[in-house]
């Protein structure tokens, strides 16, 4: 029986059905859903979803690679940057998500989940040990806005990217000439409005909307997953930064015409609402404004109701919830922007949050495809733990007779003697140990390395800095009650399934 058909029964069906055994079918690892917090869907009667990079995946190097493109014209259009740079390519390694941007230094960071910076570079030249810990380890970061900037979308990437590029390309100007314009961090700021400008005048949404095709994946599992929440009961509505205009398009292509039973996308959803400016969504309280579909622009006509079919724009939670006789945890929203929309709303409100990692399936592929490595870093890792055990052993155990021979003046010459043999067979000892310590810590670095590098050779792994979380995987880790690498992985589950975490573990009951 198919997904679609599930539970639309007729009465010959029954007795098969009552007599099945359950059986739990394996599923691809990739299409998994996480869980942080235990969530009972049969509690939730609300989900909500954005849409870039949520509903809508995008192709990833081509809307970034678009994307870059349009910015490198705007600088050298809008901001006189030489056309020299219209040379330069984009470089998708360069930058991976929860990275941190050093405006005043032209570095990129990354950090680990207590704050502790692990990786800088400066364009494309990793720092050194000793300038890392001089401008990062000796007085814990203040990430202001002023100074840092967050690589926290799938749509920072390209301007990160560029800003790296364009870090190597001014410093090789100063070199020649001895004087840099313009300063790091006037250079993020060109870069910013750069491509803010090309979102807002419609000449990077323009290109996707002529050929959505080419820019998004059509994922028809989608229409069923959301089908599937509506057959059992709960409402649905799209809350997106986008416009009405490009929302309308993305939406016709990803769900017009998937299924039968819905004639336009609209169908899916009881409330519609654009240009709502997450993250100030969920902290002010901005007005909802009905959208006039034939010009796409809001009206200024009050809003008393929410009403299905009926388009908005802007609004705040505090009145969605009002309008709509919902709120707290019985709504689940669904969303691929660590602050914007997973943080910001779990910190403002009880609703239930799910993260959308695209990434995540390259993750775990990766991690299939190196488990041997793994296995053997976690050995290397007890061994390492074993050894150091016993280094500690040897040392304590030679300052002791070291003491004993400097503060003992009565010894006989057999028992100095004694004393003797026992340091050479400690120090023998301790030596064998620290050179096996060395061995294995060379054989843990080296397979680190070569792992990291496999996945990103600038950056190492997504969610790990050294052996440390990252900082992106502790805000998923904290904010998101589950978190899964696309909407129609819900699909493999039962909507009213209890996902349910598992045990945190402090280090003492490991």
């Known amino acids: 029986m198919s997904r679609s058909k599930l539970f639309e029964l007729s009465r010959a069906d029954i007795p098969e059905l009552l007599d099945r055994t359950v059986q739990v079918t394996p599923m691809d690892s990739r299409r998994r859903i996480f869980v942080n917090r235990n969530l009972r869907l049969d509690k939730i009667e609300v989900i909500g979803f954005d849409m870039d990079y949520t509903l809508a ?19 050298v259009a809008k901001k006189g940057y030489p056309p020299e740079i219209r ?7 360069r930058v991976i998500r929860g990275l941190v941007i050093d405006k005043r230094r032209g570095n990129i960071l990354k950090m680990d989940r207590f704050g502790h910076v692990g990786r800088v570079y400066h364009g494309s030249t990793e720092l050194p040990k000793e300038e890392r810990i001089r401008h990062y380890r000796t007085r814990r970061l203040e990430l202001d806005t002023y100074g840092y900037a967050w690589i926290d979308t799938l749509f920072s990437l390209p301007e990160a990217c560029l800003y790296s590029q364009l870090v190597d390309f001014l410093d090789r100007l100063s070199d020649q000439n001895g004087q840099r314009k313009p300063s790091y ?14 979102h807002a005048d419609n ?43 490009y929302t309308e398009a993305v939406m016709r292509f990803l769900l017009d015409g998937a299924l ?23 902290v002010k309280r901005n007005p909802f404004k009905r959208v006039d579909e034939a010009t796409a622009k809001p009206t200024d006509e009050p809003v008393p109701a929410l009403e299905k079919g009926r388009i ?47 990434e995540l399936e390259d993750v775990i592929l990766h991690q299939e495809v190196f488990a041997v490595d793994r296995q053997r870093f976690r050995e290397l890792e007890d061994e390492m733990r074993r050894i150091d055990y016993e280094v500690n052993y040897y040392k304590l155990l030679l ?15 057999e028992e100095e003697q004694n004393v003797r043999e026992a340091m050479a067979k400690g120090r023998e000892a301790l030596d064998r140990l620290k050179a096996s310590l060395r061995q294995i810590v060379s054989e843990y670095d080296e397979i680190e390395r070569r792992v990291g590098a496999s996945y990103n050779r600038y950056w190492s792994l997504l969610f790990s800095e050294g052996s440390e979380t990252s900082l992106f995987g502790k805000q998923v880790e ?22 349910r975490s598992p045990p945190h573990l402090m280090p003492h009951e490991r």
């Open 57 to 75: 995946i995008y192709k990833k190097h081509r809307i970034e690679e678009l994307a870059f493109r349009c910015t490198v014209d705007k600088l």
């Open 260 to 282: 039968a039973g819905y004639p336009s996308w609209r169908n899916y959803f009881d409330f519609i609402i654009v240009g709502a400016m997450k993250p100030l969504f969920f």
């Open 478 to 499: 904290e904010y998101a009650c589950v978190y899964t690498s696309r909407v129609s992985n819900f699909l493999y589950y039962s909507p009213i399934q209890y996902f």
């Open 312 to 358: 908005y724009q802007g609004g705040n939670l505090r009145d969605f919830e009002r309008f709509g006789h919902f709120g707290g945890e019985r709504i689940l929203y669904v969303g691929d922007h660590i602050y914007g929309d997973i943080l910001r709303s779990k910190k403002s409100s009880l609703w239930r949050t799910t993260m959308i990692v695209p």
């Open 203 to 245: 000449s990077l949404k323009s290109v996707i909307k002529a050929e959505p095709w080419e820019y998004i994946e059509r994922d028809t599992e989608i229409a069923v997953a959301l089908h599937r929440f509506r057959s059992s009961g709960k409402r649905l509505f799209l809350l997106t930064n986008s416009h009405w205009d």
């Open 399 to 413: 300052n002791s007779l070291m003491r004993l021979k400097e503060e003992s003046t009565d010894l006989r010459p």
């Open 87 to 93: 040379d330069m390519r984009y470089e998708p390694d």
């Open 185 to 198: 961090r006037a250079l993020y700021e060109d870069v910013r409005e750069a491509i803010d400008e090309a």
